[in-house]
Structure formats: C-alpha cells, structure tokens
C-alpha cells in the first residue's frame, strides 16, 4: 500500500469496485495491498446485484454495518447531503469515515461526497496504476484491462480522463527506467 493509504484500516469497495474487480479478478494482489477488504451489508443486501456477484463478494469481502450511533447519523446526513445516494453508497460512506477505510468507487457522487467529507478514496484507474507501481502488472496489461472493463462490463470513461491517465502511466515508466539508469 503506498504511504499516503498506510495509516487506514483497509479498503471498502461500493458496488462499482466491487464489478470492476470482479472482471479483472485481481483480489489477492487487492488484499496484499489493502487488506482487509470490506463491503457494506447493504451492498450485499441490493436487488441490484447479480448472484455471481454477491457470491464473490461474499468469498472475498468482509461484510460490514453500521454499528454507532455516529456512523448512523453520518448515514442519515448523506442522505438529506445527497438525496441521490443509495441506501448501500450511504453505508459505504459512513463506514469508511468511522472506521478510518478507504473508500474505493468510481461514482462521481461518491467521489464528490468523499471530497466534500475528507474521505480518503481511490477510483479503479489509480487501483491499476498501483498495479503497475508495485511492479504486479505492466502497462500494457492495465491498458488491456481498461479496455476489458470498457468493453465486456460496459464501463465508461471518457476520452479525456483516458488520455490523461496513460499519459501518467507513461511519465511514471519513464520516471521508473530513468531511477534505474542513474542507480
């Protein structure tokens, strides 16, 4: 895990972590990196998800509830904050503030409602780009991986994020072979 992460008590993915990861199936480098991995009950608990995915939720995520006063009440606070938040992203919200998590989505209201509460959260392309950080995949392969989650799972990322994001991927490579050529 990089040092800005190490001073959380794991990672909790929503419902959009949860189906990315369940197409890449990278869970053991996921849990060597994060661990412990949770997701909320109320995730689980969604007519929303299919049972092939609640099945590999359950085998590879803790299953986790609100169990405070103050996380209940952060809960009911997102909800009159952000009327548009599921039940589910509500109790992914208010575990990963309470319990000191890292909150993994892709939702632009999860993000913004991370933002706006000093949530620490991380969205599927910086997940890949640790990936190659840690030496566990190349770039090439995480450029595949984004066009599997584009084109198999439907996922959607726009053009410019995309551009930007293997423009990092490449300045860091670069970075990485010109460290090992100064060594």
């Known amino acids: 895990m990089s040092d800005l992460f190490s001073e959380l008590d794991g990672i909790i993915l929503d419902a959009t972590a949860l189906i ?22 109320e995730v689980l608990d969604s007519d ?13 995520l803790m299953p986790i509830c609100l169990d405070t ?6 809960f009911m606070r997102f909800a009159l904050e952000a ?29 913004k409602t991370c933002e706006n509460h000093g949530i620490p959260y991380i969205r599927t392309l910086k997940l890949l780009s640790e990936m190659v950080r840690t030496k566990y995949k190349t770039v090439a392969q995480v450029k595949k991986y984004v066009q599997i989650l584009m084109g198999q799972r439907g996922k959607h990322i726009s053009q410019s994020v995309l ?6 991927l490449e300045r860091s490579q670069s970075l990485a072979v010109y460290k090992l050529i100064i060594q």
């Open 20 to 41: 990315d990861f369940q197409f890449l199936g990278d869970w053991d480098w996921l849990k060597n990196n994060y661990a412990p991995l949770y997701i909320a009950q």
């Open 48 to 60: 929303n998800l299919t049972p092939q995915t609640r099945s590999i939720a359950e085998k590879y």
């Open 69 to 74: 006063e103050e996380m209940f009440n952060s």
């Open 83 to 111: 009327p548009l938040l599921s039940i589910a992203d509500r109790s992914t919200l208010a575990l990963a503030q309470h319990r000191f998590l890292l909150c993994a989505s892709d939702d632009g209201l999860m993000v």
């Open 163 to 168: 551009r930007a994001w293997y423009d990092d």
